[in-house]
T-cell receptor, first 113, second 118 residues
Framework: KAGVTQTPRYLIKTRGQQVTLSCSPI?????VSWYQQTPGQGLQFLFE???????NKGNFPGRFSGRQFSNSRSEMNVSTLELGDSALYLC????????????FGSGTRLTVV | GENVEQHPSTLSVQEGDSAVIKCTYS??????FPWYKQELGKRPQLIID?????GEKKDQRIAVTLNKTAKHFSLHITETQPEDSAVYFC?????????????????FGTGTRLQVTL
């Protein structure tokens, strides 16, 4: 079966712009979580969605937001980009939640210049 | 919130030797502990996991042990091979059921870079 698909793979944006990242989970998976990966901070939890509802949120500013659609696809939006937002953004899906095992997508590499 | 500490940050072993990576967690409500392997430029992949009602689990050359009392768990890789070289992340999951819904979150350790030399 198809894995977790993230688009785009690479993105270059300018400070102050906004960006939207997309994630299509494995078919049948209803839980989608987003993580930010940087060399210095490792994998930091952004938020989790389940059946179109945000169930949990990490310690990121309000510039980071997301949503989930009825087909479980999820989008993440970052507004007013800062240089420090440059990172690999990973999406992971699970049947029901974090304690059922996550499958990660290949990520979107965001560079803010 | 949950805090997961992972040691060592780097580990170099010779091919054929064993490697051990240790993690501790802070929240006794954590009930699921997966390990991920991330090769350079690739996505993290789940290699083994253990639930809080189990003390040990094995899958060929890898094994994970869990000590709930001490709140620590470890990854053991035996007979290491060059293709085991990667960054390994431990994680702990809490699944709570507050009124009106269920919240789950996977908290990761900071990673261990394993290098298997010939």
């Amino acid at each position: 079966k198809a894995g977790v698909t993230q688009t785009p793979r690479y993105l270059i944006k300018t400070r102050g712009q906004q960006v939207t990242l997309s994630c299509s989970p494995i078919s049948g998976h209803r839980s989608v979580s987003w993580y930010q990966q940087t060399p210095g901070q490792g994998l930091q939890f952004l938020f989790e969605y389940f059946s179109e509802t945000q169930r949990n949120k990490g310690n990121f500013p309000g510039r980071f937001s997301g949503r989930q659609f009825s087909n479980s696809r999820s989008e993440m939006n970052v507004s007013t980009l800062e240089l420090g937002d440059s990172a690999l953004y990973l999406c992971a899906s699970s049947w029901r939640g974090s304690d059922y095992g996550y499958t990660f997508g290949s990520g979107t590499r965001l560079t803010v210049v | 919130g949950e805090n997961v500490e992972q040691h060592p940050s780097t580990l170099s072993v010779q091919e054929g030797d064993s490697a051990v990576i240790k993690c501790t967690y802070s929240d006794s409500a954590s009930n699921y502990f997966p390990w991920y392997k991330q090769e350079l430029g690739k996505r993290p992949q789940l290699i083994i996991d253990i639930r809080s009602n189990v003390g040990e689990k094995k899958d060929q050359r890898i094994a994970v042990t869990l000590n709930k009392t001490a709140k620590h768990f470890s990854l053991h890789i035996t007979e290491t091979q060059p293709e085991d070289s990667a960054v390994y992340f431990c994680a702990a999951s809490i699944r709570r059921s507050p009124m009106g819904g269920t919240a789950s979150k996977l908290t990761f350790g900071t990673g261990t870079r394993l290098q298997v030399t010939l």
